[in-house]
Nanobody, 114 residues
Framework: VQLVESGGGLVQPGGSLRLSCVASAAIFHTTVMAWYRQAPGKEREWVARIIAGVVASYADSVKGRFTISQNDANNTMYLQMNSLNREDTAVYYC?????????WGNGTLVTVSS
């Protein structure tokens, strides 16, 4: 399955962005979908995951500020990011993980700066 992220950009501290991840197939009900990020000079880290469109979990660093969701009708997963701060600056990647599947998108860059 192919994944394509979009929605990144430059935003001021305290601002919001919504990232999208479009999957090339209808996989959400059988796949754990997740967002990861990689900041400059750091390792990739997990941000949020959603299972079967129902069970969501978040890294402590984004809990209460980010919301993961998905739309089965258009095979799209979202990450709503609010109250952004400079530490959220990173390339954000979506991931699909299931038996026989471990797919990554190419990432979308989020820069939080004034």
């Amino acid at each position: 399955v192919q994944l394509v992220e979009s929605g990144g950009g430059l935003v001021q501290p305290g601002g919001s962005l919504r990232l999208s991840c479009v999957a090339s197939a209808a996989i959400f009900h059988t796949t754990v979908m997740a967002w990861y990020r990689q900041a400059p000079g750091k390792e990739r880290e997990w941000v949020a995951r959603i299972i079967a469109g129902v069970v969501a979990s978040y890294a402590d660093s984004v809990k209460g500020r980010f919301t993961i969701s998905q739309n089965d009708a258009n095979n799209t997963m979202y990450l709503q990011m609010n109250s952004l701060n400079r530490e959220d600056t990173a390339v954000y990647y979506c991931n699909a993980n299931a038996v026989g599947i471990d797919s990554w998108g190419n990432g979308t860059l989020v820069t939080v700066s004034s």
